[in-house]
C-alpha cells in the first residue's frame, strides 16, 4: 500500500544537486537528532532517546500501531526538547499528549520518558525555559 511505510532498511532516498556549500541530512530522525545533538549535553540526550526508541521498537508485548505510536509520541518529546527555546509550546504540547497517551496504554514508556526529563543532560536545557506553562508541563512529567 502507497501509505505505509517501509522498514528502514527498505527504504530509498534520491538527493539532487543542492548546490557547493550545502549541509544536507539524509534518513530518519533528522529534526530532533539535528537539533539536540546542538543543545548542551545534546550527545547525551540523543543516545537516551535513541536508546529508548529502540526500546521501543523491540518490545513484543506492544503491538505494531501501538509501538508506532509510542515513537512517535518519543520522537515529539525528543523535537519539543530541541525546539524549546524557539517554541515551548511545541514541548508542552507533546509532554502533555505523551503523559496522557502513556499513562494509558503504554506506563513504561512514560516513565523512560520522565527518566530522560530528569537527566542531567535533560536539565542543561530544560532549566533554562521562562515559560511557566511549559515548567509546568515538564515538572507534572517527571513527578
Same mark, same amino acid.
Given at each position: 500500500?502507497?501509505?505505509?511505510?517501509?522498514?528502514?532498511?527498505?527504504?530509498?532516498?534520491?538527493?539532487?544537486?543542492v548546490g557547493a556549500g550545502? &549541509?544536507? *541530512?539524509?534518513?530518519?530522525?533528522?529534526? %530532533?537528532?539535528?537539533?539536540? @545533538?546542538?543543545?548542551? /549535553? =545534546?550527545?547525551?540526550?540523543?543516545?537516551?532517546?535513541?536508546?529508548?526508541?529502540?526500546?521501543?521498537?523491540?518490545?513484543?508485548?506492544?503491538?505494531?500501531?501501538?509501538?508506532?505510536?509510542?515513537?512517535?509520541?518519543?520522537?515529539?518529546?525528543?523535537?519539543?526538547?530541541?525546539?524549546?527555546?524557539?517554541?515551548?509550546?511545541?514541548? &508542552?504540547? *507533546?509532554?502533555?499528549?505523551?503523559?496522557? %497517551?502513556?499513562?494509558?496504554? @503504554?506506563?513504561?514508556? /512514560? =516513565?523512560?520518558?520522565?527518566?530522560?526529563?530528569?537527566?542531567?543532560?535533560?536539565?542543561?536545557?530544560?532549566?533554562?525555559?521562562?515559560?511557566?506553562?511549559?515548567?509546568?508541563?515538564?515538572a507534572s512529567f517527571v513527578?
Amino acid at each position: 500500500m502507497p501509505d505505509e511505510q517501509k522498514p528502514a532498511a527498505g527504504r530509498s532516498y534520491q538527493m539532487g544537486d543542492v548546490g557547493a556549500g550545502a &549541509r544536507v *541530512a539524509q534518513g530518519e530522525n533528522i529534526s %530532533w537528532v539535528e537539533g539536540a @545533538a546542538r543543545l548542551p /549535553g =545534546g550527545e547525551s540526550l540523543t543516545r537516551q532517546f535513541d536508546t529508548l526508541l529502540k526500546r521501543i521498537a523491540e518490545d513484543s508485548s506492544l503491538d505494531e500501531d501501538t509501538r508506532a505510536l509510542a515513537q512517535d509520541k518519543t520522537k515529539a518529546v525528543a523535537e519539543g526538547i530541541a525546539k524549546v527555546q524557539e517554541s515551548p509550546s511545541t514541548l &508542552r504540547r *507533546a509532554l502533555l499528549d505523551a503523559k496522557l %497517551w502513556c499513562g494509558s496504554t @503504554a506506563s513504561w514508556v /512514560g =516513565g523512560a520518558l520522565g527518566d530522560i526529563l530528569k537527566s542531567e543532560a535533560a536539565q542543561k536545557t530544560l532549566g533554562t525555559v521562562t515559560e511557566a506553562a511549559t515548567k509546568a508541563a515538564v515538572a507534572s512529567f517527571v513527578i
